[in-house]
């Protein structure tokens, strides 16, 4: 549906984007991911055409931007992170004076696209309610409602969830969820655990340049990093405990935590052996009158793999 080569934005002399390649089949949901002035805002204004690349091709479909702007238009609907939205009418005169500028000339067609849109986006209940009166949340679903008039097959939009309480955040994740099953997504988000709980595939961005992309179990499975093993034994003391955590393994690196109870010792277990070692720490504590109540492996953290690519020093 999509498919971006060598995509670079120069602002005078600073780069902002960096040969972006990108190919975004229909029906996809990408996350594109980055810290603040990664590039995701500048990518997304070029993908619809607000911007032009300074170098680069964009493809949408058949058509090539720049030749094409105004049809690729038409294929998109777009929401920036700030909404455009007049505060002073009232929802349903906004859809309206939306829609007749989209094209959609008669009434009857206009009030069956609210509809639609009304249910998909939440709005029934606030069509009378002037805009300016609306939570934050509510207002991103006018806009929401704005970019898919045109029932539109690709969707970009800059940060939906920016700025919202987690309810908020859960219900836009739902409605792209929804949509995202008929159309091409393409969003930009900060939240680590909505592009994870939301995305078919995530690219992450920094400095300009895409620094990992794939969906997120290939990404946890490609980035080889310390295993963490938390343990905790009911009726063991804490220097028994760890003596016999040393002999599994001279590679374990075993710190105490804190527990729950004053007849519990609990561990934090590092090493770098691909190896599962539960099973071994199972055997050995078996062998003793100690009481396993904790036994788990954390798989790597979308979060700290994002640390890692967009730290200053990457």
Partial sequence: MIEVQNLTKFYN?????????????????LGLLGPNGAGKTTTLRMLTGYFKPTQGTI?????LMPDDTIKIKSLIGY?????????????????EYVAKIKGIDT???????????SKLCGLSGIMDKPISTLSKGLKQRVGLAHAMMTDPEILILDEPT?????????????IIKAIGKEKTIVFSTHILSEAEATCD???IINKGKIVAHDSTKNLKQSVKKDSIIRLTLCDAPEDEALALLKNISPELEIKPVPSASKE??????????????RKDIYLAV?????????????????????????REDA
């Fill in 201 to 203: 595939r995530i690219a």
């Fill in 264 to 277: 519990e010792a609990s561990f934090e277990i590092t090493t770098l052996n691909e190896h599962d070692l």
């Fill in 79 to 95: 929401l920036p992170e700030s909404a455009p939205l007049y505060y002073n009418m009232l929802v349903y005169d906004y859809l």
């Fill in 162 to 174: 920016s700025g919202l309480d987690p309810n908020q955040i859960a219900e836009i994740r739902d």
């Fill in 59 to 63: 493809k949408v479909k058949d058509l």
């Fill in 286 to 310: 078996k062998k003793t009158d100690w009481i396993l109540t904790e036994l788990n492996k954390e798989t790597q953290a979308l979060e700290k793999i994002f640390q890692d690519l967009t």
């Fill in 107 to 117: 009434e009857e067609k206009r009030l069956e696209r609210f509809k639609e849109l």
């Fill in 13 to 29: 002399d600073f780069c902002a984007v960096d040969r972006i390649s990108l190919t975004i089949p229909k029906g996809e949901i």
